[in-house]
């Protein structure tokens, strides 16, 4: 675990200095969807700060034994309504909020618990049905509208593209949801941050932090397979 997150963060380093960024200024956050407890115990004593949960029920348990861990978490799974109360109790950044909806619930919730949640926008920059994501052309509108919402707090963009582990075929994506963050940036939403942009993979990290990366999430590489 210690030489694969070692490895991990040397890359990490070296593609951000490979185009003149800070390699501070890119964090991982190590996904740990499946990984039995123990692990997740590893990954943070060998250097992890900031751990990536897909399912909620999974979470919640490993949550219950592992809370006193110093450590990040965040949720960057598929997310339904009804399961927001859960998700707002444990997690310090939510990255795939894709609708109005779901925000409202999140700030309700949040509210009860006197807590302003963070959160990113989840864009389907591929614009595929089959995946989740606000349509690129409402992302400005479905912004504007959370950003009213007083216990929510927007900080960026996060994206899941097609092709995975084809870096090449995936750099537009990432170069998209770039230029729709600067655009959304432009517009000066009041209570609204873009600084963050949650995309690249144990496949495709070092394009994404090409471009402009500032959030990669990776599993495989940090883990192993996963079953
Ligand atoms: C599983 C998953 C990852 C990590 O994928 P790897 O290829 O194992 O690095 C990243 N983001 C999301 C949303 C995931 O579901």
């Known amino acids: 675990m210690q030489k694969r997150l070692e490895k991990i963060q040397q890359r990490i380093g070296q593609a951000a200095e490979a185009c003149g960024r800070h390699p501070d200024d890119v964090r991982l956050v190590a996904v740990s969807k499946t990984m039995p407890k123990e692990m997740l115990t590893q990954a943070v004593e060998a250097g992890v700060d900031t751990l990536g949960e897909n399912y909620v029920q999974e979470a919640r348990e490993k949550f ?10 965040h949720f960057i799974g598929h997310l339904q309504s009804n399961k ?3 998700v707002v109790k444990i997690f310090d950044l939510i990255h795939s909020v894709d609708s109005l909806k779901l925000a409202r619930e999140i700030n309700k919730q949040a509210k009860k618990i006197d807590k ?3 959160i990113l926008v989840q864009v389907n920059i591929s614009q595929e049905d089959s995946k989740s994501g606000t349509h690129v052309e409402n992302t ?17 963009l996060m994206t899941m593209p097609p092709f995975f582990n084809a870096p090449e075929k995936v750099q537009p994506f990432f170069k998209a949801l770039r230029e729709l963050r600067d655009k959304v940036d432009a517009e000066n939403i009041p209570n609204v941050s873009m600084h963050e942009l949650s995309m690249g993979m144990t496949g495709d ?3 994404a932090i090409q471009e402009g990366a500032t959030l990669v999430r990776i599993g495989t590489a940090i883990f192993g397979e996963r079953n």
Request: no cysteine; glycine share 2%.
């Open 64 to 73: 219950n034994q592992l809370y006193t861990l110093p450590v990040a978490w």
């Open 84 to 86: 927001a109360k859960y």
């Open 116 to 118: 302003i949640q963070e």
């Open 140 to 156: 400005v509108d479905t912004i504007r509208d959370i950003s009213n919402l007083e216990n929510v707090a927007v900080k960026g």
């Open 205 to 207: 990290f070092e394009v």
